[in-house]
């Protein structure tokens, strides 16, 4: 018994160097990705804050407005950050319940979970020491778009479909 395989290999490295390339284009993804995070860390915040139950506190909207993005390629790594500057951002992404902490991450880390839909712990103008997560799920949408987005492209200059 013998099996003969014969393979193309001329086109076989035409499409590793086709998917070699795929690493050179990821800037479009990191501006694409930081856009989306940002997009989405901005409907974290209208959720767990600016669409919820006024409390005592002034809403002025800084929080909102604070909400940024940036990206980098360095050395073969897309670097996204999601980020607010407001000196209150963080205390609002984690609220202040010690008992909250590590929630967010199990929600968003979810098997089937699907990774653009927001995340609420029921944060409100009233019970506003809750966590408001918008940073976080919006940094975890960003990574998954990001890993899905270069799978397809690797996949394409291999000459296969997603």
Same mark, same amino acid.
């Given at each position: 018994?013998?099996?003969?395989?014969?393979?193309?290999?001329?086109?076989?490295?035409?499409?590793?160097?086709?998917?070699?390339?795929?690493?050179?284009?990821?800037?479009?993804?990191?501006?694409?990705?930081?856009?989306?995070?940002?997009?989405?860390?901005?409907?974290?915040?209208?959720?767990?804050?600016?669409?919820?139950?006024?409390?005592?506190?002034?809403?002025?909207?800084?929080?909102?407005?604070?909400?940024?993005?940036?990206?980098?390629?360095? @050395?073969? =790594?897309?670097?996204?950050?999601?980020?607010?500057?407001?000196?209150? #951002?963080?205390? &609002?992404?984690? $609220? +202040? %319940?010690?008992?909250?902490? @590590?929630? =967010?991450?199990?929600?968003?880390?979810?098997?089937?979970?699907?990774? #653009?839909?927001? &995340?609420?712990? $029921? +944060? %409100?103008?009233?019970?506003?020491?809750?966590?408001?997560?918008?940073?976080?799920p919006a940094a975890y949408y960003a990574s998954?778009?990001?890993?899905?987005?270069?799978?397809?492209?690797?996949?394409?200059?291999?000459?296969?479909?997603?």
């Amino acid at each position: 018994m013998s099996i003969k395989i014969k393979t193309n290999a001329r086109e076989l490295e035409k499409r590793l160097r086709a998917a070699r390339r795929v690493s050179t284009q990821m800037k479009r993804t990191g501006a694409q990705a930081a856009r989306r995070a940002e997009v989405h860390a901005r409907m974290g915040a209208d959720l767990n804050i600016y669409d919820t139950t006024p409390g005592s506190y002034e809403r002025t909207g800084r929080l909102r407005r604070g909400i940024d993005s940036s990206w980098s390629v360095q @050395g073969g =790594v897309l670097t996204v950050t999601v980020f607010n500057d407001v000196k209150y #951002a963080k205390s &609002v992404e984690k $609220g +202040r %319940s010690a008992s909250a902490a @590590g929630a =967010v991450q199990q929600i968003i880390t979810q098997p089937g979970r699907n990774p #653009a839909a927001q &995340v609420t712990l $029921g +944060r %409100s103008g009233e019970f506003y020491f809750i966590p408001g997560p918008m940073l976080e799920p919006a940094a975890y949408y960003a990574s998954i778009y990001i890993t899905e987005e270069f799978k397809r492209r690797v996949l394409a200059a291999l000459g296969g479909t997603a």
